[in-house]
Every structure is written in structure tokens, then in C-alpha cells.
């Protein structure tokens, strides 16, 4: 009886070696093996769905797995952030942020979520200067030179829109008036897309936007570029001065977008989606979309992107305390 059950035991043991060896020789699993979601944190029309919509649409074909845009807006893109940490972290969810997040924590001081401990950096997926746009028709001003007379002549009656309290609009503005000693009333809305909608209907008189979104608007003559925030004119855009070229020097502000995984995602589902993305961005006709939205293509992937995003964090965190903003 106890050689029996000896020989028993070894048969269950090589049984089980067996499906172990099988199991680790089984090829991986296509990558996606289902539709992948995409948690942008801004309603539609903004500068993360302007960038968003492109870029997975090119991998849906290229990859014949859809990939869906799910916007959840609300309190600055950090609704959406607490959601996209929450989401399952099986390879087929990630969570496409920017700058706004790197500027919450200094902003936010009960955040839901943690960028760095909740999440996995995927990759920088675009850059832009910030604008300053003003309604075509409505406009306080023809220029920046005209428009800080304006602001000067006319203290805290003018107005400028953001996408929501503690975003990069909202700082950008904030900055704005530091630096040139002016006083704007600040009207937050839930994203850059409704935002931009009272702007063009002449609701509010400026705003400080990432140049995506307000990129075709420009282009159609509906809104005016005044100026860019970037150290250089922007891509597809040589018409619009800096704010350096115009008595501004120090006015640098860009809006920069990313991927992230929720945190557990498998690495090699991270690997795939980076070797999909890098595919997409370099492609000919995905560069001349970024170039008409005033974009440049990063290269910044994983760990780089990862040292990139503290970087941000620490410099808008000194921005915060100069306006002296904070949100509870």
C-alpha cells in the first residue's frame, strides 16, 4: 500500500512537471487580445482628446483591435486619474494624462490617487506651448501689446477661461499675471472643450490654452493666436511670435500629454503597447497631425518619462506657491 501511494504521489508530481513545462513553452497570447481602454480625463474637444482621438485611431487600424476613448471629466483631469487607478491592470486599460497631473498634487491636497505610486509611466506621447487665444471677432485686442494695455486700463474686468481649477489654463494664466504685474478674473469649466465654446461665443475674452486644442479654431480664423509660451514659434504655426519676442522673456509654459498603466500591469503588455505606439507616432502621416497641431514628438518612454514627470511636478509645485493657489 505505501509503495503504491509512493508511485501515486510521483505520477501526480511529473503530471503536474509536465503542464508547468507546457505552460511555460505555451507562446504568449496576442497582445490585445481584446478592445483596449483609454481613460481620458477631459470631456471631449479638449487637449487630450485632441491628441487622444488620432493617435488610437491609428493603432485600432494598425493593430485591428479597437482601441476606446472613455472621457471622464471633472476637478481638473483628477477625477479621471482616481478612476484610471482603479481600472483592472490586465494589459487592455491605460489612462492618458498630461500636465495637469503633474501640477494636482501642489494643487490638491487630498488626491484620490498617486501618480507615482498608482501608476506605470508607458511613454510622452506629445508637447505644445501654451497659446494666448482670444475670440477673432470679440477680441479686447489685436495683439499682446494691446492686450496688456487693455488689462492694465482695465484691472480684474476681463476674463479668462481654463479647463478647471489646478490646471495647466488655470497656472498658465496664473503665471501670466505674475509676470506681468496685470489682474485677470479667472472662470473655471470642466475641460478645455467648453471652455474653448464660450470663448468662441464671445463669453470670455482670453484663454491660456495648450495649442492642440485651439489649433483648428486658429486655422479657421474663429480664434487668434496672440502669442505661444514656448522658447521658439511652434510647429505649423511661424505666424504666432512667442511671448519671449514680445517683452515676456520668461512666459515658457508647455502642455505635454502621456500614457500610463495602472500599476500590476503586466510588463510585457506595457512593452507591446510601446512598440505600438512608437509605430503610430513615427508614421508619416501621424507626424503631419502633430505638426498641425502645434505639436513636437517626444521620445521619452518608461523610466524617462517617469524622471520627466517629477521634474514637472517639482517646477509647477514652485509655480503653485509663487500664485499663491491652492484647492481643498
Not at 494589459?91 to 490638491?108: L, R
Not at 485686442?141 to 494691446?146: I, V
Not at 465654446?197 to 496672440?226: C, T
Request: positive net charge; proline residues 7%; charged residues 20%.
Amino acid at each position: 500500500m505505501t509503495q503504491r501511494r509512493t508511485l501515486l504521489a510521483c505520477a501526480a508530481a511529473a503530471t503536474s512537471l509536465v503542464a508547468l513545462c507546457a505552460q511555460a513553452q505555451t507562446p504568449p497570447a496576442a497582445w490585445p487580445a481584446k478592445p483596449v481602454t483609454i481613460l481620458v480625463p477631459f470631456p471631449a474637444g479638449g487637449g487630450t482628446d485632441t491628441f487622444a482621438r488620432p493617435l488610437f485611431a491609428a493603432m485600432t487600424k494598425n493593430t485591428g483591435r479597437q482601441f476606446v476613448i472613455d472621457n471622464k471629466g471633472g476637478a481638473g483631469g483628477t477625477l479621471g486619474a482616481g478612476l484610471a487607478a482603479r481600472m483592472p491592470a490586465d494589459g487592455h486599460n491605460f489612462f492618458m494624462g498630461g500636465v495637469h497631473h503633474a501640477i494636482a498634487p501642489s494643487m490638491y491636497p487630498k488626491l484620490d490617487y498617486s501618480l507615482e505610486k498608482d501608476f506605470i509611466p508607458v511613454g510622452l506621447v506629445s508637447s505644445v506651448p501654451q497659446v494666448v487665444v482670444v475670440n477673432a471677432a470679440k477680441a479686447p485686442a489685436k495683439d499682446l501689446q494691446g492686450l496688456l494695455a487693455q488689462l492694465r486700463a482695465r484691472p480684474g474686468q476681463l476674463t479668462y477661461a481654463s479647463a478647471g481649477n489646478g490646471t495647466s489654463h488655470h497656472l498658465a494664466g496664473e503665471l501670466f499675471k505674475l509676470q506681468t504685474r496685470t489682474f485677470i478674473t479667472h472662470i473655471p469649466y470642466r475641460g478645455a472643450g467648453p471652455a474653448l465654446q464660450d470663448l468662441m461665443a464671445g463669453q470670455v475674452d482670453m484663454l491660456f490654452d495648450g495649442l492642440g486644442s485651439s489649433a483648428g479654431h486658429i486655422r479657421s480664423g474663429r480664434l487668434k493666436g496672440l502669442a505661444v509660451a514656448g522658447e521658439r514659434r511652434a510647429p505649423g504655426f511661424p505666424d504666432i511670435p512667442t511671448a519671449r519676442e514680445l517683452g515676456v522673456p520668461d512666459y515658457v509654459v508647455s502642455t505635454w500629454y502621456g500614457i500610463w498603466a495602472p500599476k500590476g500591469t503586466p510588463r510585457e503588455a506595457i512593452e507591446r503597447m510601446q512598440a505600438e505606439l512608437k509605430k503610430a507616432l513615427n508614421a508619416d502621416d501621424m507626424k503631419a497631425t502633430w505638426t498641425g497641431l502645434g505639436s513636437e514628438t517626444p521620445d521619452a518612454w518608461g523610466d524617462a518619462f517617469g524622471a520627466y514627470v517629477a521634474k514637472e511636478t517639482k517646477r509647477w509645485a514652485e509655480v503653485v506657491k509663487a500664485s499663491g493657489t491652492r484647492l481643498e
